[in-house]
């Protein structure tokens, strides 16, 4: 598909830009800048695939030299704040091949820029090797003075001016699909300038990530920039989605029929298997939160919850002199089999930083374990103490009670909800089975009830269909009514 991008910037002197550069690396040249001295050099930059500059008739000569071009507009432009040039970047429709792409730039710049009395130092470029490959683009570096033949005059203003670009990024999609139409036909893609909102699309726009949010994208750092045009794929395929299942659910209900009663009976009879499932869902839920709550409703006492604090730390201590005792059991395991070695034996180095290793790793574990026991006297004094109870009673029991009561609510809440669900299925299913035996043969009768669309809750779609086989009961002669409500009477508690 063909992507539309129009974006301009001013080169100014005030941010620190120089257009001698920036012309430089459009155009993967070298370039001396006569008023600084410095050598732009960006002959080594990959990705250019043609460079030209195109000038109004009465342009000089020397306005074809890129280095002079642009070292007379630095030249020209004396104050510390000046705007040296103005950049017009466009995407590239992929769909053409080379020369079609720089016949549309040439077509665009001749039309709009040089018609306009501006001079164009143009650069196309290819995909980068690790991005989107079908990224073609071209950026546009534009004088801001008139041109004559005695070389610059006065600037322009009305070039800069949003009337100017407005009618720039117009003429910039119309010649666009005019090219893409010429080389693939009436049915080519064809691209727009108008925002979504002023197409009336409900579409968030992407915003352009530039290069250095596009390398730190490549390299796996995410940006504020990536990360809005992520939230905004997001929400675009969430709209898409939702415009895909409305439209479903409209072809649904076109194509809905009367179906028999039977057909409602099974409906209803899967509707209440689903039920079934979602209600050993919960009560397993149910079942794992007061799994976790019973021993903190349990320990009750302080004394519990002190022995449990102790309890941890020792076994942290018991850990410690474990990997202690290892250690040196290791250690004894390596000196036997190193004095078998002839060469080890012989070097005096080599065992002495053998001891060495083995003392420190084993300081080290000694000191963990002096660490460990000092904590256990710090908490076995501070648990006796008012504070340590308080916590003990309050920071840490209750809080985590008070998550898990919630929780539990909330699963209790789920495990109701299911259980109506399920008796509400059995109920239809119990109703449409009674009017399909009751039916059966009959003439001038319904033979059926019209489904509901399927909604994504299933209590809507369950009372939806109750309702209607209410309507199709009601519509039924007196003695039929009678004869069914008997049949329903069985069992009726059981399938509740």
């Known amino acids: 598909m063909a992507d539309y991008r129009f974006s301009a910037q001013i080169i100014s002197r005030s941010q620190g830009r120089s257009v001698t550069a920036a012309a430089a690396y459009r155009s993967a040249n070298v370039i001396a800048d006569a008023r600084t001295g410095e050598i732009h050099d960006y002959t080594r930059k990959g990705g250019v695939e043609w460079t030209e500059i195109m000038a109004p008739q009465n342009a000089p000569a020397w306005t074809q030299n890129r280095e002079k071009l642009w070292n007379m507009v630095e030249k020209k432009e004396s104050r510390v704040d000046s705007q040296l040039a103005r950049e017009v970047q466009l995407s590239l429709p992929h769909e053409l091949n080379f ?17 306009r009395g501006m001079i164009a130092d143009i650069a196309m470029h290819k995909p980068d090797r690790g991005g989107d490959q079908r990224n073609f ?48 036909g009436p049915q080519a893609p064809q691209v727009s300038h108008l925002s979504y909102a002023d197409r009336g699309e409900d579409k968030a726009a992407t915003i352009h990530l ?11 750092m995410e940006t504020v920039l990536g990360d809005y045009n992520r939230d905004a794929a997001r929400r675009n395929q969430s709209i898409r989605q939702s415009r895909e299942r409305m439209a479903e659910i409209e072809n649904t209900l076109e194509r ?18 689903k039920a079934i499932d979602d209600k050993r869902t919960a009560e397993k839920s149910l079942q794992d939160i007061l799994a976790r709550k019973k021993p903190l409703t349990a320990a009750t006492s302080p004394k ?52 060495i290793a083995e003392l420190h790793q084993r300081n080290r574990l000694e ?38 009561r919630a929780e539990e609510r909330k699963a209790r809440r789920h495990v109701r909800a299911a259980e109506r669900r399920v008796g509400q299925a059995l109920v239809v299913a119990k109703e449409a089975e009674g009017l399909k035996s009751i039916l059966y043969g009959k003439a001038n009768v319904p033979s059926g009830v019209d ?46």
Request: glycine share 6%; charged share 30%.
């Open 304 to 355: 519990a919850l002190e022995a449990q604090i102790l309890r941890e730390t020792r076994a942290e201590i018991r850990a410690l002199k474990k990997r202690i005792e290892a250690t040196r059991r290791q250690g004894r395991t390596l000196r036997k089999k190193v004095r078998s070695v002839s060469q080890w034996v012989t070097n005096p180095a080599r065992m002495i930083w053998l001891k």
């Open 367 to 404: 000191a963990a374990l002096r660490m460990a026991e000092a904590k256990l006297a710090v908490r076995q004094e501070w648990l006796r103490s008012y504070e340590g109870r308080t916590w003990m009673d309050q920071s840490r029991r209750v809080p985590e009670l008070r998550t898990l």
């Open 137 to 184: 683009h071209v950026h546009v570096l534009l004088t801001t003075r008139e041109i004559g033949p005695e070389g610059f005059g006065k600037k322009n203003r009305a070039w800069n001016s949003r009337e100017e670009l407005t009618a720039m990024r117009a003429a910039w999609a119309e010649i666009q699909n005019a090219h893409l139409r010429q080389h693939l």
């Open 451 to 496: 489904l509901p669309e399927n909604p994504g809750d299933s209590r809507k779609y369950l009372a939806t269909m109750a309702a209607r086989l209410q309507a199709a009961q009601q519509a039924l002669p007196e003695d039929l009514r009678r004869k069914l409500a008997q049949e329903l009477s069985k069992g009726r508690s059981q399938s509740r």
């Open 99 to 115: 020369e079609q792409r720089r016949n549309l730039v040439r077509d665009f710049v001749n039309r709009e820029f040089v018609g």
């Open 210 to 220: 530039g290069p250095i949010a596009t390398g730190m994208e490549r390299h796996g």
């Open 256 to 273: 809905r029929a009367t179906r028999s009663f039977g057909y409602v009976a099974n409906k209803a009879k899967l509707e209440a298997k």
